[in-house]
Structure formats: structure tokens, C-alpha cells
């Protein structure tokens, strides 16, 4: 089944403590990226990736870190999380950088 | 930013009528697509309009266009209680996607 799979689901951590979210795709697309979801502000994408190690800033990038060794990986890392980080996370990929296939998503909630 | 802004914020129609939401966009774009987002879950795409078209259909779903006036409109006909979920549109510029604020819908059965 084609899908974007990310973990974890649910999260809470604390201020400071770094921490990575996985993204994986099982199409083979080469387009990827991650946006936040936060209430009364839509998505608004963090960084997005045209294929591997090659990696771009979105609208909201401040810290975040994001890597792309492997085509099917798109771990997005949170440094150092502060609770403006407090947000529903969702991985995406495309194939031909139009069509997007999301993920289920990610809440954080850093405390 | 370049965000879209979709109107109404939130819509409330009876089950067989037809809704519609409308989107407005700041730039110039490749195309603009309609997502559909079912509470707490991930984006499903619904239907892309490429920049010079006016008008797509697609089963229940019509998507319209207009570039000069930066807008686009998404009206779902006999409207059913599994359209219950939040819309966004999505424009696409370079390689940049920017969605809009979204419009939640609900079809009361």
C-alpha cells in the first residue's frame, strides 16, 4: 500500500530536549517536506526537499533541521523544542511536485 | 506570506444541498489544488486546476479558476454527511506549496 509513514504519533517532551520525528515513503517519489499545522494558521511548510541531499527552507524553517541521505527518509529534527514548537506535524511526498500524499501526522506538545 | 485564504471559515448545509467555498491567493502560480482534511487527520487530495484552466470536474467536486482575480472555488453538489471535514486549497509556486486557512465543513444529515 502506497503511504507516508511517520513517527512518533503522539509526543511530549520537554524544552531542550532534541528530538527527531521519521518520515518515510514507500513511492519512490522524489519530492518531500514538512509542514505544521496550527490552529487558525493552516499548514505553513518548514522545509521541503527535491530529491536527495538537496534540502530547501519553507515559510516557518526556525528551528528545525531536516536531512535527506535516502530517497525514502525525511527525518525532521528538533534541536532544541520550545513550546512555540507546540504543533500537529505532517510529512508529505510527491511524485511530480504537484500531487501531495500526506502522512497521519505528528503531535508534539513540548512543556 | 504567501498564504491562501479560504472563505467561509466555517459552513454548515443540510445533506443534498450543494456547498461552496472559495480561495484567494497572493501570487502568481503553477496550479492550485483542493485538499480535504478529515479531523485530526492527513491531507487527501481531491483535484488540481493548472493556471490556464478555468474549470474542472470531478465526479461531485467542481474547481474554478480565475488567475486575475487570484481566486478559486470549490462547490461539492448533493452534499452528503461523509463531506463532513475541513477543505484547503493549496497553490503551488516553484517548488513551494502554500495552503490556505481551510473552510470546515459540515453536512448535518
Known amino acids: 500500500e502506497a503511504q507516508v509513514t511517520q513517527n512518533p504519533r503522539y509526543l511530549i517532551t520537554v524544552t531542550g530536549k532534541k528530538l527527531t520525528v521519521t518520515c518515510s515513503q514507500n513511492m519512490n517519489h522524489e519530492y518531500m517536506s514538512w509542514y505544521r499545522q496550527d490552529p487558525g494558521l493552516g499548514l505553513r511548510q518548514i522545509y521541503y526537499s527535491m530529491n536527495v541531499e538537496v534540502t530547501d527552507k519553507g515559510d516557518v524553517p526556525e528551528g528545525y533541521k531536516v536531512s535527506r541521505k535516502e530517497k525514502r527518509n525525511f527525518p525532521l529534527i528538533l534541536e532544541s523544542p520550545s513550546p512555540n514548537q507546540t504543533s500537529l506535524y505532517f510529512c508529505?511526498?510527491?511524485?511530480?511536485?504537484?500531487?501531495?500524499?500526506f502522512g497521519e501526522g505528528s503531535w508534539l506538545t513540548v512543556v | 506570506s504567501q498564504q491562501g485564504e479560504e472563505d467561509p471559515q466555517a459552513l454548515s448545509i443540510q445533506e443534498g444541498e450543494n456547498a461552496t467555498m472559495n480561495c484567494s491567493y497572493k501570487?502568481?502560480?503553477?496550479?492550485l489544488q483542493w485538499y480535504r482534511q478529515n479531523s485530526g487527520r492527513g491531507l487527501v487530495h481531491l483535484i488540481l486546476?493548472?493556471?490556464?484552466?478555468r474549470e474542472k470536474h470531478s465526479g461531485r467536486l467542481r474547481v474554478t479558476l480565475d488567475t486575475s482575480k487570484k481566486s478559486s472555488s470549490l462547490l461539492i453538489t448533493a452534499s452528503r454527511a461523509a463531506d463532513t471535514a475541513s477543505y484547503f486549497c493549496a497553490t503551488r509556486t516553484g517548488n513551494q506549496f502554500y495552503f490556505g486557512t481551510g473552510t470546515s465543513l459540515t453536512v448535518i444529515p
Open positions: 501570487t502568481s502560480i503553477n496550479n
Open positions: 486546476i493548472r493556471s490556464n484552466e
Open positions: 508529505a511526498s510527491s511524485f511530480d511536485g504537484n500531487t501531495i500524499y
